[in-house]
């Protein structure tokens, strides 16, 4: 037997008696499609989510183009964005939903719980997201 011979073998006795659980490689595979290298990173400036305890989480972030401000309670995301314009995407690690921004205001329902990350286009065209955040 070779080394190659022993891999496979090692490999089908994992696969068999120790396999990789199902969300593992779906989570993997979103988090890669949802990297942002090319975004104006937002920075958290501003969480009230320790001080208030049980009830909405807060949050507040700033780049050079744009502000986000969330409001997060439950399955509802709630945001006020100064800068940017057209929809807000509400990114999870296995979900994405656009939302119109209207007025400046957006409102995101069925979200679920976790870490989220809002991404938009400031108006000059730039792509921005904030920073993951636990909601």
């Not at 969300?23 to 890669?32: E, F, I, N, W």
């Not at 409001?71 to 509400?90: M, N, P, Y």
């Not at 991404?119 to 909601?135: E, F, I, L, S």
Request: glycine fraction near 8%.
């Amino acid at each position: 037997m070779n080394d190659d011979d022993f891999l496979d073998l090692l490999r089908a006795a994992a696969d068999e008696f120790d396999p990789v659980p199902a969300g593992v490689m779906r989570d993997a595979s979103a988090a890669l499609a949802l990297r942002a290298l090319d975004a104006e990173l937002a920075a958290l400036v501003e969480s009230e989510a320790l001080v208030r305890g049980d009830g909405p989480v807060t949050l507040a972030f700033e780049s050079v183009r744009v502000t986000v401000n969330l409001e997060i309670d439950d399955d509802v995301v709630r945001g006020l964005v100064t800068g940017a314009e057209g929809e807000a995407v509400v990114e999870t690690p296995r979900s994405r939903r656009a939302v119109p921004i209207a007025d400046g205001r957006f409102t995101a329902t069925e979200i679920p719980p976790g870490m989220v990350r809002i991404r938009v286009t400031a108006a000059d065209g730039t792509p921005v997201v904030t920073q993951w955040a636990h909601g």
